[in-house]
């Protein structure tokens, strides 16, 4: 065997080697290779981390070795033995382990590197975690004694904090048993172990604050607040909070932010009660004024050395991490009723820094102090970590026996000299901090805290506002506008909950909600706020496809609309003004438009000029929005009170898109194209959209107006479509052709008059629509006006009897329509081949592409429509639906073809398959059979890429519905379907990795089960209610085998989305029809089903559906749980490699079964997987 000294010497000359950034991957694969083996080498087929008198060397190693890489190898090993393999390891090694590793880390925890530090403390929990407090009863006790010596009181704070973290939300791997019983145990010591942290926060704090007190006037000496009579009620504790902050030196700094992330954590699971004291809620809140403490800061910078800018650092750090001890607090939604009263004293406390934060004075502005406190904080330093910045390369280990690739997390390191050491490079500001406190109060504490008259509701407010509208950055202004939703959600589910007090509540709350929305408009406003709003992107999407200046928009739009929900009546008398406005200066453009040579221009050319019409026309476009968000507070219950307010609000946005169609500010020329002309685009577009919002109060207005007979609705329509028509055209630009399209929908789809297929415009745009020598347009805009053409024709007017419907012209109508749309499709069918065969296959395929994509739509905007309009559709296209179906045999070879003719047929089997009749519907299922042969499935799905999957998977969805379908006349195809199904699709797609098509067929294979039981289990209504009666009649069993096989294969692949779902629909299927019960599931499959699912979760391949899988194991189970427990189990751990004879028995034996309470026998996380010694 290798002398030590000779291992330990070989491995840092490897390792070294291994991090150079000259050694090349193939070295490295060797070298991984050697490290493995390097300690045994006459046992190369053994790997050296498992085995377990390998810690000896690495105890060695770790105390005579200075090599980053060599330590962190050899506290991984100690790593690996102690959570993998540690019910293995002997009596006496255990002892001597537990014995060593805290004695080597008292020895060294100065002169090791942070990371070896923490990580030799990380080692240490991980056996406290198995062995305390049986085997390692002075565990805890050594950590409090750590803390309470002044020379080891950072190593005992660091220990604490992975204690708290490691053994309080342990990992997976622990059994619920000893998970609940370390949280027992650790909360035992939650009392002693706040004491000493506040002994340790106030020791500090005392000890500096006799050098920090100076006499006013001083710079270091208190303020006194406006409001602070009002928020603290106890004078002492105002004069406590206005003591001066002491300067503490770097040691202090270092001890107090690890106490108060032992703090934060703490909380973080702790329960709320009498062990959080008022003592160390009052030292928390000492420590959080230090992140808003500006002139320490200053001073320390100011002073000149980066060591001073660095102590500046650390003293808004220790804010950041005490607002954090606060915000754990706070997040806690369960408050005993005896924690209430500190809950207010944390909000008064609070709030004076608020107060102090937004306090206006003539050395800070609001928004600069602000900026100053939002400086982002490095995050979680920790002693000898400002020397030096490490990253963690990972070093993998190959274990050649059974080619297993593990991957052992070796720490090494490159150092920077003269950098900050970080742990997780985390930053954060106090703003932030201070921001999510303000959240929470909002969000979870604001209703308990309300009734209570020591704390000022409307002042918190006032200082509220103040804080969002000077925040320095965007996202803290979003941030601060999602608080104000929240607290107007609050405030409106309240005055629902208490319509009697609903005027008192407005009242104490009016002027603040008043001031919020003028100050949210303004800030909309290019007009006041045009140097922030000019910073915003308005070109890159972000995650949710909208720009960053859509999103500050959108959000404080949201706002606006809230207000108007609760003061619809002030929300509306201060916005209208605003917009009227911007309205007059947009309708008075018209007599700066001059006609020149090219056409009409804009006579505007002064650059001031120029700049305010941009403003203009921007917050005009910004307002518009605002007036349509608010459309939904004018309809239903509200229609009649507010009718005068939108009826004048609809009249202006109708005229003001009459306005823009008449005189083209769309085409004409400007002095300043760039920006002017998509200006006057936006505001028109915008003006569509936003009489598009009052779709739904023209319809109830129509309802209105056919009751009684009056002519000024009948203005509105016509007058508007008399805005739109101009705008579709190929001529307008596809912004404003598009909002024109949408808004012709709306009034088709939502508002229905039925006059409106006799206002002369709309004919207009019927007849050009329907003119096969005009242009068309776009193929969004065409489908958009084609749907709105069609449901004019097809979609029944709100009020109007039957006989008034005028179906008989409607429908010879729609029939015009539909014919002059499949004109040049219907000439493709296959009579008329003879005669195209000229026409190149792509103008072919355009053809297609275009009438599909209408007709498609067109079926879709009827399919939840009554009886008969759903007839007159299907009587206009029958003839195209037999042309495609004519098609498609000539076509099954061009993939993107086939999958838009079966995207129709699917549209059209989910919308009028009624319509269709039967025999027609049985003609177009056996095509489909009769085509999608093996061959033509295989090209599809293995050689066309994703349009050939994209076919089949239609294809797949097509049969989905017909298999739903109730009754017995599709029953026929079920045979054929299977068949297809299994010994078709299934083959091809069972053992790609691609998960392409495989959702489809198992949702058709389930479809098939769950609505067609009886094809397989032939049951009788006395069977069913009869316990005695004898089993189920089973029938079609081959197929039904070959169904459940392929669910049961499915299990074994790594696609969880697919896992997921397909043990949703055994669920489903037990639940419904008690699949797990019938005797061929129990007697040839259940157990199989049962090995599977807990393969999984020994190997955790789906550790997020660890859950679902466990219930699953347990409702199959429950089964028989005789054979489940007395048969199955013993072999299944009998088949488990790395376990040996006696820790079997354990596993066996802690399986528990519990009939009687329905619980399940494997705990809440469903059965714990084997731990075995090889992981």
């Known amino acids: 065997?290798?002398?030590?000294?000779?291992?330990?010497?070989?491995?840092?000359?490897?390792?070294?080697?291994?991090?150079?950034?000259?050694?090349?991957n193939e070295r490295k694969r060797e070298i991984a290779?050697?490290?493995?083996?390097?300690?045994?080498?006459?046992?190369?087929?053994?790997?050296?981390?498992?085995?377990?008198?390998?810690?000896?060397?690495?105890?060695?190693?770790?105390?005579?070795t200075r090599n980053d890489y060599v330590m962190m190898y050899s506290l991984t090993v100690f790593e690996n033995l102690i959570n993998k393999m540690w019910l293995g390891v002997p009596s006496q090694d255990k002892m001597e382990i537990r014995s060593c590793l805290p004695k080597l880390l008292l020895a060294h925890h100065k002169?090791?590197?942070?990371?070896?530090?923490?990580?030799?403390?990380?080692?240490?929990?991980?056996?406290?975690?198995?062995?305390?407090?049986?085997?390692?009863?002075?565990?805890?006790?050594n950590i409090l004694q750590l803390i309470q010596s002044p020379v080891t009181t950072p190593l005992g704070l660091i220990m604490l904090k992975t204690t708290s973290e490691e053994l309080a939300c342990p990992r997976e791997d622990l059994s619920v048993a000893r998970k609940e019983e370390l949280r027992k145990l650790l909360l035992d010591q939650?009392?002693?172990?706040?004491?000493?942290?506040?002994?340790?926060?106030?020791s500090v704090w005392d000890k500096h604050s006799v050098t920090a007190a100076t006499p006013p006037p001083s710079p270091t000496s208190g303020e006194s607040g406006d409001l602070l009579s009002n928020l603290l009620q106890s004078p002492s504790s105002a004069k406590l909070l206005n003591q001066p902050i002491p300067i503490l030196d770097v040691e202090s700094e270092y001890i107090c932010s690890l106490a108060l992330e032992c703090l934060a954590h703490l909380f973080s699971w702790i329960p709320l009660s009498a062990s959080i004291t008022p003592s160390l809620l009052t030292t928390i809140f000492h420590f959080a004024r230090f992140g808003c403490d500006i002139r320490a800061r200053k001073m320390a910078s100011v002073n000149g050395s980066s060591q001073n800018c660095v102590l500046g650092q650390e003293r808004g750090r220790l804010g950041v991490l005490a607002m954090s001890c606060i915000n754990e607090l706070m997040s806690k939604n369960c408050v005993p009723m005896e924690f209430e009263e500190y809950l207010l004293r944390m909000f008064q406390q609070t709030f004076y820094l608020l107060q102090k934060i937004t306090k206006d004075n003539n050395a800070h502005t609001v928004k600069s102090r602000l900026e100053e406190l939002d400086e982002r904080i490095l995050g979680s330093w920790t002693g000898t970590e400002r020397s030096e910045v490490v990253q963690e390369p990972r070093l993998l280990l190959m274990r050649s026996q059974g080619q297993e690739r593990r991957s052992v997390e070796l720490r090494g390191a490159w150092k920077q000299k003269g950098g900050n050491g970080m742990k997780g490079c985390l930053t954060c500001s106090y703003i932030e901090k201070f921001t999510d406190f303000l959240r929470l109060f909002v969000?979870?504490?604001?209703?308990?805290?309300?009734?209570?008259?020591?704390?000022?509701?409307?002042?918190?407010?006032?200082?509220?506002?103040?804080?969002?509208?000077?925040?320095?950055?965007?996202?803290?202004?979003?941030?601060?506008?999602?608080?104000?939703?929240?607290?107007?959600?609050?405030?409106?589910?309240?005055?629902?909950?208490?319509?009697?007090?609903?005027?008192?509540?407005?009242?104490?709350?009016?002027?603040?909600?008043?001031?919020?929305?003028?100050e949210v408009l303004n800030r909309i406003q290019f007009r006041y706020n045009q140097a922030q709003l000019e910073e915003l992107d308005d070109e890159t999407l972000d995650d949710d496809q909208q720009t960053e200046w859509q999103r500050y928009l959108r959000q404080s739009l949201e706002v606006v609309a809230k207000v108007m929900e609760l003061l619809p009546t002030h929300a509306f008398s201060t916005l209208f003004p605003v917009l009227q406005d911007n309205l007059d200066v947009?309708?008075?453009?018209?007599?700066?438009?001059?006609?020149?040579?090219s056409g009409h221009r804009l006579n505007i050319t002064a650059e001031n000029d120029c700049r305010r019409l941009h403003c203009s026309l921007r917050d005009l476009s910004s307002l518009l929005q605002a007036v349509g968000r608010l459309a939904e507070y004018f309809t239903g219950d509200m229609f009649a009170a507010r009718f005068n307010d939108a009826l004048t609000v609809v009249?202006?946005?109708?005229?003001?898109?009459?306005?823009g169609s008449q005189i083209k500010l769309y085409n004409i020329e400007t002095a300043v194209p760039s920006v002017l002309k998509p200006d006057l685009i936006d505001v028109h577009a915008q003006s569509l959209a936003a009489l598009q919002a009052y779709s739904h109060w023209l319809a109830q207005y129509c309802s209105e107006a056919h009751r009684q007979n009056t002519q000024q609705f009948v203005t509105l329509i016509s007058t508007t479509m008399d805005a739109v028509t101009p705008l579709i055209s190929t001529k307008v630009q596809d912004k404003l052709l598009l909002s024109a399209c949408h808004l012709l929908v709306s009034l088709a789809t939502t508002v229905r008059p039925i006059f409106l297929i006799s206002i002369p415009s709309v004919q207009k745009v019927f007849n050009r629509i329907t003119d096969a020598s005009a242009q068309r347009l776009v193929d969004k805009a065409q489908v958009l006006v084609c749907r709105a053409l069609s449901n004019i024709l097809l979609l029944p007017c709100a009020n109007l009897s039957e006989s008034e419907q005028q179906w008989p012209m409607r429908s010879v109508n729609h029939a015009n329509l539909i014919f002059a749309l499949s004109r040049d499709y219907r000439n493709l069918k296959p009579s008329a081949v003879a005669s195209q065969r000229k026409m190149p296959l792509d103008d072919t395929k355009v053809i297609i592409h275009q009438t599909l994509s209408v007709l498609e739509d067109i079926v879709e905007s009827v399919s939840g429509e009554s009886t008969k309009s759903r007839q007159i559709c299907y009587q206009s296209l029958q003839e195209s639906v037999q042309v495609s179906l004519a098609l498609f045999p000539a076509y099954i070879h061009q993939s993107d073809v086939t999958d838009e003719m079966l995207s129709f047929f699917l549209t059209l089997f989910r919308g009028l398959r009624v319509q269709m009749g039967v025999?027609?519907?049985?003609?177009?299922?056996?095509?489909?059979?009769n085509m999608f042969t093996r061959e033509q499935l295989a090209e599809s799905i293995l050689h066309e890429g994703s349009t050939g999957c994209r076919v089949v998977e239609k294809f797949l969805k097509i049969l989905q519905v017909v298999v739903q379908e109730p009754g017995q006349v599709f029953k026929p195809f079920l045979p054929s379907i299977i068949s297809l199904s299994m010994e078709q699709v299934y083959p091809i797609i069972a053992e790609r990795p691609s998960p392409d098509v495989k959702a489809e067929l198992f949702e058709l294979l389930f479809r098939i089960l769950h609505h067609n039981w009886r094809y397989f289990f032939k049951s009788t209504v006395l069977a069913s209610v009869q316990r005695g009666a004898a089993e189920e009649q089973m029938e079609n069993e081959p197929q039904f085998s070959a169904i459940m096989q392929a669910f049961g294969q499915s299990f074994l692949q790594p696609d969880i989305h697919l896992f997921k779902q397909n043990l949703f629909y055994l669920e489903t299927l037990n639940t419904k029809q008690k699949l797990y019960h019938k005797k061929i599931f129990r007697t040839t499959m259940l157990f199989q089903f049962v090995n599977v699912l807990l393969q999984v979760l020994v190997h955790k391949s789906h550790d997020l559906l660890q859950e679902e899988i466990g219930i699953a194991i347990y409702n199959m189970a429950s089964v028989d749980f005789d054979g489940f427990f007395a048969a199955f189990l013993p072999e299944f751990l009998t088949g488990c490699d790395g376990v040996d004879a006696n820790q079997k028995n354990v596993l066996g034996r802690n399986f528990k079964m519990d009939r009687s309470s329905g619980r399940q026998p494997f705990g809440p996380h469903g059965p714990p997987g084997p731990r075995t010694p090889g992981g």
């Open 33 to 64: 290779f050697f490290c493995c083996y390097l300690t045994f080498p006459e046992e190369l087929l053994n790997n050296f981390a498992q085995q377990v008198g390998a810690w000896r060397f690495c105890l060695y190693f770790l105390s005579s």
């Open 111 to 141: 002169t090791f590197p942070y990371f070896v530090r923490n990580k030799l403390c990380k080692v240490i929990v991980d056996i406290g975690r198995q062995d305390w407090p049986m085997f390692y009863h002075d565990f805890f006790t």
């Open 651 to 659: 009249e202006r946005l109708v005229k003001v898109t009459l306005y």
């Open 586 to 597: 947009y309708l008075g453009l018209q007599q700066f438009v001059v006609t020149s040579g």
């Open 919 to 929: 025999p027609f519907t049985e003609q177009i299922i056996q095509t489909f059979l």
């Open 443 to 518: 969000s979870v504490h604001l209703r308990r805290i309300e009734s209570y008259s020591q704390f000022p509701v409307v002042e918190f407010l006032t200082l509220l506002f103040k804080y969002t509208f000077h925040q320095p950055t965007h996202e803290g202004y979003f941030s601060c506008l999602d608080i104000w939703t929240l607290f107007l959600d609050y405030l409106t589910s309240k005055i629902k909950s208490r319509l009697g007090d609903k005027e008192a509540v407005l009242n104490r709350y009016e002027d603040a909600l008043v001031l919020l929305l003028t």
């Open 1 to 24: 065997m290798a002398s030590e000294e000779t291992s330990l010497r070989a491995l840092e000359s490897l390792m070294t080697e291994f991090f150079h950034d000259c050694t090349t």
């Open 190 to 202: 939650v009392q002693t172990v706040l004491g000493l942290l506040t002994g340790i926060l106030e």
